[in-house]
């Protein structure tokens, strides 16, 4: 969460007041996080899951507990309103969003995978591949026809930056890909964790095969 280019935010009333959504618990969210809520009095959101992890390690430069996030929640700022999902595996309390977004006067609805990389163990990455089935869903029923990543080097999401930078007037939108592409997005995500699934099994067994020939008995000599 970058300094903003734009006029400072002044401290605005309770019912007008700015909200920050983690959609994931991790170090530097959570130092930009704390900064907004004690200079701007922004509130703070984040999975119960998250919470809860937070509370257990107490890492430094760390937001005070206020907001839960709850799966399915709708949240208004202004005219929008945002869906956020809660979508565990990435982290416990990992969040995607689903959001209205406007290109050249027609509206869109966007789509932000909050977590990228798969966890390490093999539960967790189970946990994730359910998440991703049940968003890919949600994702089908509202007409998802616009892809984001929080990391913008994992869905060429750079590269579609610089290309809307040196064509700003252009017709088209890299990331307004469609409905059927956003879907192709989820389905990678999808075939890349039961890969790593199946690695995980593929691994186990093996393991399993190698300890119980070295702990079999052998056989009496003479």
């Known amino acids: 969460m970058n300094e903003p280019r734009t006029a400072p935010i002044r401290q605005a009333s309770p019912e007008v007041r700015p909200h920050g959504a983690l959609t994931r618990r991790r170090l530097w969210q959570l130092g930009a996080a704390a ?10 959101m984040m999975a119960p899951a998250d919470w809860d992890l937070l509370a257990s390690t107490s890492p430094a430069n760390a937001p005070t507990r206020d907001l839960d996030i709850a799966d399915g929640q709708k949240l208004t700022l202004g005219g929008t ?87 700003p007037n252009g017709r088209e939108n890299p990331f307004v890909v469609g409905t059927s592409t956003a879907q192709r997005f989820m389905k990678i995500v999808e075939t890349m964790l039961r890969g790593r699934i199946a690695q995980d099994q593929q691994a186990a067994t093996t393991t399993a095969t190698t300890m119980a020939a070295t702990n079999a008995p052998t056989a009496a000599c003479c």
Not at 35 to 44: E, F, I, K, Q
């Open 35 to 44: 900064a907004l809520a004690d200079r701007y009095g922004a509130r703070v």
């Open 81 to 167: 309103t945002v869906t956020l999902n809660h979508t565990p595996g990435h982290t416990p309390g990992t969040v995607s969003p689903l959001l209205p977004a406007r290109w050249r006067g027609r509206t869109h609805t966007a789509m932000l995978w909050g977590g990228t990389n798969p966890p390490a163990a093999t539960a967790n990455k189970e946990t994730y591949l359910s998440s991703a089935l049940t968003f890919a869903s949600r994702a089908r029923r509202a007409g998802v026809d616009v892809e984001l990543s929080n990391h913008g080097f994992a869905d060429y999401g750079l590269e579609r930056m610089e290309e809307l930078r040196s064509a």
